[in-house]
């Protein structure tokens, strides 16, 4: 059993946030499973979005706990909702966006890898205000580094990538 010790505002050494985008609280890392998998317990507010990227190292699989999620990962185009489980394999071009409530999903990577990048990347959240910003600088070299590709911003989908003008 694992258990995360609070720090001395409350809150777990092992959350963070990128921005007011998405709250992560990383339950395993690579350093427990010899870098067989990951997974983080994801938080994302009301209509917020990922940006379209790929992942060329790890394959993402998502558990959707509370709200929804629309995916869009290559041709597919699915909406999750509680319950519901979705794997995105490597070099497939994806983003995901949750519904009208939110949503909570718990991600796994395998090999492990998005609990790394949330963790040289986020903001602890014990760091965090409401004015917090996603440091995308700092994101976009963290990302590149582990084998990440954004290909566009949150909003833009797979198909976008296919017209003329992008």
């Known amino acids: 059993m694992s258990v995360f010790p609070p720090t001395a505002d409350g809150a777990s050494a092992r959350q963070y946030v990128l921005g007011q985008e998405l709250q992560v609280t990383i339950l395993t890392a690579a350093a427990e499973t010899e870098g067989r998998h ?18 060329t190292r ?5 558990w959707v706990v509370s709200g929804s999620l629309t995916v869009w990962a290559g041709p597919d185009t699915v909406t999750l909702r509680s319950g519901d489980f979705f794997t995105i394999p490597k ?7 949750s519904g009208p409530e939110g949503a909570r999903a718990l991600n796994i990577t395998s090999p492990a890898g998005f609990a790394e990048l949330i963790e040289r990347a986020g903001t602890p959240l014990a760091l965090a ?38």
């Open 38 to 55: 990951d997974v983080t317990d994801s938080v994302m507010p009301a209509g917020a979005a990922t940006p379209l990227h790929l992942h």
């Open 129 to 166: 205000t409401s004015e917090t910003e996603l440091d995308a600088e700092r994101f976009a070299a963290v990302a590149e580094e582990l084998g990440d590709t954004v290909l566009g911003p949150p909003g833009m989908i797979p198909a976008d990538l296919d017209r003329p003008g992008r």
């Open 91 to 97: 070099h497939v071009a994806h983003a995901i966006k």
């Open 58 to 62: 790890y394959e993402e699989r998502l």
